[in-house]
């Protein structure tokens, strides 16, 4: 079987022929750039997508038990650093997450030569195309770029809402009332505001105008609604004005802009309170638990599946470093750390690393009282109003040395002691 007689060809990108078809079945509907003009839309897409992009993603390696972080892989510096195209880590982590949330996901082409790690470069979703397999049990497919057909395992993909594996769900295809009821708001908002708050309606005579009269009713009262100078119509005996619209006040437009701005949040798992002022750190912690959190979980899935090696997926493992979220906020974060030090997982030096600050040899950890140190690497106590030592591994054994030395040996000063004890006893006896 040929590979075209395998794969069913798709040959324009899936975003672009669904454009078409909704342009060609629904003339007004609902798209991604009518989904930005929705203050609280383009609100949660951008702060969830500027916050992504400040935080990095570490590289870890399992080993004997323990887990290091990895600081000089290649494949860092691309992530986070310098992608050796031409957006910078953020930039490129900004526009991965964009279109993870408003499209059917972000793509990046994977640059290596074996297993040499080269460079990343983001592409639109607008240029990736798809070839798929008829196979609805063994799914395969082919990614199409301007032509050129890839494997998928040469691109970074992270998609939302997908069943393919390949290719995800529109958010604006999701919500399209929604959006739209918000969208259709705004233009009402706008058509309001620049007819300066006027009623629209009709005219009503009690006889018949001729022609004339009716021609320049007509262009008074489009001079009155098409500027926005103070205009005045005086109407003949006989002739009304019928209300035949409601004012923003009548059709409760605030209130309504306000509940579709709440529903429109949700859809991100934003509190409406961080776009509007005035949120709480509980309200901090909802947005970092239920908008940050899944989109960071997303990336680190898709920089397991496509930036590692396959020998390298039973020991290496990418995570978001998450710490950078509590930066900001110096007083949780140094109690955090006082937490830490108190309880003894973390040392001291290690906290100052945390801070990019240098170590100054405090290699020590706290065992819970305040004046007993443990040497971790040779299980030696040391409490230091005593100037005693002990040993971890033999319990109820105190020395003057640390463990590992020699502990038959006297303190100094031991044999003068000794000495002089045994002349006060020879003096005694004589």
Same mark, same amino acid.
């Given at each position: 079987?040929?590979?075209?007689?395998?794969?069913?060809?798709?040959?324009?990108?899936?975003?672009?022929?669904?454009?078409?078809?909704?342009?060609?079945?629904?003339?007004?509907?609902?798209?991604?750039?009518?989904?930005?003009?929705?203050?609280?839309?383009?609100?949660?897409?951008?702060?969830?997508?500027?916050?992504?992009?400040?935080?990095?993603?570490?590289?870890?390696?399992?080993?004997?038990?323990?887990?290091?972080?990895?600081?000089?892989?290649?494949?860092?510096?691309?992530?986070?650093?310098?992608?050796?195209?031409?957006?910078?880590?953020?930039?490129?982590?900004?526009?991965?997450?964009?279109?993870?949330?408003?499209?059917?996901?972000?793509?990046?082409?994977?640059?290596?030569?074996?297993?040499?790690?080269?460079?990343?470069?983001?592409?639109?979703?607008?240029?990736?195309?798809?070839?798929?397999?008829?196979?609805?049990?063994?799914?395969?497919?082919?990614?199409?770029?301007?032509?050129?057909?890839?494997?998928?395992?040469?691109?970074?993909?992270?998609?939302?809402?997908?069943?393919?594996?390949?290719?995800?769900?529109?958010?604006?295809?999701?919500?399209?009332?929604?959006?739209?009821?918000?969208?259709?708001?705004?233009?009402?908002?706008?058509?309001?505001?620049?007819?300066?708050?006027?009623?629209?309606?009709?005219?009503?005579?009690?006889?018949?105008?001729?022609?004339?009269?009716?021609?320049?009713?007509?262009?008074?009262?489009?001079?009155?609604?098409?500027?926005?100078?103070?205009?005045?119509?005086?109407?003949?005996?006989?002739?009304?004005?019928?209300?035949?619209?409601?004012?923003?006040?009548?059709?409760?437009?605030?209130?309504?802009?306000?509940?579709?701005?709440?529903?429109?949040?949700?859809?991100?798992?934003?509190?409406?309170?961080? %776009?509007?002022?005035?949120?709480?750190? =509980?309200?901090?912690? /909802?947005?970092?638990?239920?908008? +940050?959190?899944?989109? #960071? !979980?997303?990336?680190?899935?898709?920089?397991?599946?496509?930036?590692?090696?396959?020998?390298?997926?039973?020991?290496?493992?990418?995570?978001?470093?998450?710490?950078?979220?509590?930066?900001?906020?110096?007083?949780?974060?140094?109690?955090?750390?006082?937490?830490?030090?108190?309880?003894?997982?973390?040392? %001291?030096?290690?906290?100052?690393?945390? =801070?990019?600050?240098? /170590?100054?040899?405090?290699?020590? +950890?706290?065992?819970? #009282? !305040?004046?007993?140190?443990?040497?971790?690497?040779?299980?030696?106590?040391?409490?230091?109003?005593?100037?005693?030592?002990?040993?971890?591994?033999?319990?109820?054994?105190?020395?003057?040395?640390?463990?590992?030395?020699?502990?038959?040996?006297?303190?100094?000063?031991?044999?003068?002691?000794?000495?002089?004890?045994?002349?006060?006893?020879?003096?005694?006896?004589?």
């Amino acid at each position: 079987m040929g590979v075209f007689d395998f794969f069913r060809q798709r040959a324009e990108p899936i975003s672009l022929r669904d454009a078409l078809v909704d342009g060609l079945l629904e003339p007004d509907a609902m798209t991604l750039a009518k989904a930005m003009d929705v203050p609280a839309f383009a609100g949660c897409v951008n702060l969830i997508c500027n916050t992504v992009s400040l935080i990095p993603m570490a590289l870890y390696e399992r080993k004997d038990g323990t887990v290091k972080r990895v600081e000089s892989d290649k494949r860092v510096a691309l992530i986070n650093g310098d992608t050796k195209d031409t957006l910078t880590g953020a930039d490129f982590k900004k526009a991965m997450v964009y279109d993870y949330l408003t499209g059917k996901g972000g793509y990046a082409f994977i640059n290596k030569r074996g297993s040499r790690w080269r460079s990343i470069h983001y592409v639109e979703t607008s240029q990736v195309g798809f070839m798929e397999s008829q196979d609805p049990i063994f799914k395969d497919y082919k990614i199409l770029v301007y032509g050129r057909m890839y494997e998928g395992y040469q691109f970074l993909k992270m998609i939302r809402r997908t069943k393919n594996g390949y290719s995800g769900t529109e958010i604006v295809n999701e919500n399209r009332e929604l959006l739209a009821t918000a969208y259709n708001s705004i233009l009402l908002e706008n058509k309001m505001v620049k007819k300066g708050g006027r009623k629209g309606g009709y005219l009503q005579s009690e006889r018949k105008l001729s022609q004339d009269a009716v021609d320049r009713l007509r262009e008074a009262f489009n001079r009155l609604y098409a500027t926005d100078k103070e205009n005045a119509i005086v109407l003949n005996d006989g002739v009304k004005f019928q209300q035949a619209s409601n004012t923003a006040v009548e059709l409760q437009l605030s209130e309504n802009k306000k509940q579709n701005n709440a529903d429109i949040c949700k859809l991100f798992g934003v509190q409406p309170a961080i %776009l509007n002022g005035g949120a709480t750190r =509980e309200d901090w912690m /909802a947005f970092v638990q239920y908008a +940050i959190v899944p989109v #960071l !979980q997303a990336l680190a899935d898709a920089l397991n599946r496509d930036l590692l090696l396959e020998a390298e997926k039973d020991r290496l493992f990418w995570a978001p470093d998450i710490k950078e979220l509590t930066k900001a906020d110096i007083k949780t974060r140094y109690a955090a750390y006082e937490t830490a030090y108190k309880t003894g997982w973390l040392q %001291l030096d290690e906290i100052r690393a945390e =801070e990019n600050l240098p /170590a100054i040899g405090m290699k020590y +950890i706290k065992l819970g #009282l !305040q004046d007993v140190l443990l040497d971790p690497e040779t299980g030696s106590i040391y409490t230091p109003n005593t100037g005693m030592w002990g040993d971890l591994n033999d319990a109820g054994k105190m020395t003057g040395k640390p463990a590992g030395e020699d502990d038959r040996t006297e303190p100094d000063g031991g044999e003068n002691l000794e000495k002089e004890g045994e002349e006060i006893e020879d003096h005694n006896q004589g």
